[in-house]
């Protein structure tokens, strides 16, 4: 018997361009597409647009089922190709090549007057999907006044050539903004460099997501980074539209990223969500693992009390029944960053000196001169505990957070650190040390630290305690009655710590 070649879908062998414009694995797609009503696939009137098409997979497998979906009405298979590239289905390329790359997904050709093409109904080369070069349109302060992005990062000579990043749907640039789309799908580029220190970089996918809505749409499916539901550069005030948007349907959920997009690391994981412009109610939450749906429940986007969006669903009962024991929460004995007006780079020196205090830094302990000081004094002969204002979240079980320290009498630290207390001796702070290092305690911290970034933000959730005494799960679980369930949740959830 002769063996049986396969031939694996092409659009699952293609590499990524960054970590920051990935492509969307089909089955991905595929999940996305099974969110919408499977009655718009039969009907010859729905358009659907991916204003930022990179493979050209959602175009594709929006077209392999509007084919089979409108067999009925329309016969003959040529005429019915016809109708759905002419009239349906349409594409913004995010650079010339993921436009190239895409006609050739939807169209056999990447040219479609070629003779490969699967129809000859276009005049235009480029059917349904176009790109066009724009540059961006930079303010008085250098930044394009449509992304925010630096120009002295994107706007100099040497780059005349070279991709510009300026995407034409957020640039005011869519050839499609006087349509009518009953879907919008896609996946978004997710951030630009903004000229700030040490590679930093602003997101934009939520400009993205704005202009669809702005578009009104029936439906707005879009996959993202989940920094959005508790945090990220820039993001509040999209949180605050998103979690208060009673039209959000269903958000699912990977907080591992590479369930997704395998090799590559995107922190706090990755999400898609359903958009419908006619509903109004709570959201349907389903959390994957390993490519399963291991919970799912439908409920308010934000629960009481709360800013941000709790992503776990284990979590709410637990969350719920500690707040109604606890007024005060952790955050309040946390301090802001740069505790003592010392940026992460300041080392000291590394030997004791006459009157010098000991400075915990980044990655050493050196000394100071008080008088470099900026800020707190008061706080440099108290006893206090550190701990690191970033700590990378890795996969479950999660440690969350690095491990605290104690922060003796005649110490300071720099940005590398918040102080948490003062207190008033060394018992105390153990006993701290001694809550901070419970499953209990980095759990709640979980709930809303879903990047290495730990502001005192992150602690709202964590009641605060009485520390004359010393601290354990078991005491904890008692004293706020968690269930044997909760428990064993919060237990796969939290590894322990060194």
């Known amino acids: 018997m002769r063996n049986l070649v396969h031939n694996p879908d092409i659009l699952t062998c293609l590499a990524n361009l960054s970590n920051d414009e990935v492509f969307t694995p089909p089955e991905i797609a595929v999940k996305m597409l099974d969110t919408l009503p ?261 409920r308010p986007l934000k629960e009481k009390g709360t800013d941000i969006f709790i992503r776990y669903n284990k979590a709410i009962s637990i969350l719920r029944r500690i707040s109604t024991l606890n007024r005060n929460n952790f955050s309040i004995i946390v301090s802001s960053q740069k505790p003592f007006g010392l940026r992460t780079y300041f080392k000291g020196k590394n030997i004791f000196f006459k009157n010098s205090i000991k400075l915990y830094a980044n990655k050493n302990i050196g000394f100071i001169d008080k008088k470099d000081i900026i800020q707190n004094h008061q706080w440099i002969n108290e006893h206090k505990v550190y701990i690191t204002r970033a700590y990378g979240m890795g996969s479950i079980p999660y440690k969350v957070i690095n491990n605290p320290i104690y922060g003796e009498p005649n110490s300071v630290c720099t940005e590398t650190y918040l102080v948490i207390g003062p207190f008033a001796n060394k018992n105390i702070c153990d006993n701290v040390i001694s809550y901070i290092k419970t499953k209990f305690f980095r759990f709640l911290v979980l709930l809303i630290k879903n990047t290495q970034d730990a502001p005192k933000r992150v602690y709202q959730f964590v009641p605060l305690q009485n520390f004359d005494e010393e601290w354990t799960d078991e005491k904890l679980y008692k004293k706020y009655k968690l269930t044997e369930e909760e428990i064993n949740y919060i237990e796969s959830m939290v590894r322990p710590m060194d």
């Open 38 to 298: 499977q009655e718009l696939f039969s009907n010859p009137d729905a358009k659907f647009l991916d204003p930022f098409t990179k493979s050209g997979v959602f175009l594709r497998e929006i077209a392999k089922r509007l084919i089979k979906g409108l067999e009925s009405q329309i016969p003959d298979l040529q005429e019915r190709v016809n109708h759905i590239m002419k009239n349906q289905i349409y594409g913004i390329g995010i650079t010339e090549l993921t436009a190239l790359l895409s006609r050739r997904t939807l169209y056999c050709a990447k040219n479609t007057l070629s003779e490969h093409c699967v129809t000859s109904i276009f005049e235009s080369p480029n059917g349904n999907i176009v790109y066009d070069h724009i540059s961006h349109t930079w303010d008085n302060n250098g930044k394009c006044k449509y992304c925010g992005t630096s120009q002295n990062i994107l706007g100099d000579e040497e780059r005349k050539e070279l991709e510009t990043h300026a995407y034409q749907f957020i640039h005011d640039k869519n050839p499609f903004n006087n349509m009518q789309f009953d879907v919008i799908i896609g996946n978004p580029p997710y951030q630009l460099s903004d000229g700030g220190a040490q590679a930093s970089a602003k997101p934009i996918y939520h400009l993205f997501i704005e202009q669809a809505i702005k578009m009104k749409p029936h439906y707005l499916c879009m996959i993202t980074p989940s920094r959005w539901f508790a945090g990220g550069k820039g993001l509040d005030n999209f949180r605050e539209k998103m979690l208060n948007d009673k039209r959000l349907k269903e958000i699912n959920d990977y907080p591992n990223a590479s369930e997704v997009f395998p090799g590559v690391s995107i922190e706090g994981g990755i999400n898609f969500f359903l958009w419908q412009s006619d509903y109004s109610g709570d959201c349907l939450i389903k959390t994957y693992e390993e490519g399963k749906v291991i919970s799912e429940m439908k």
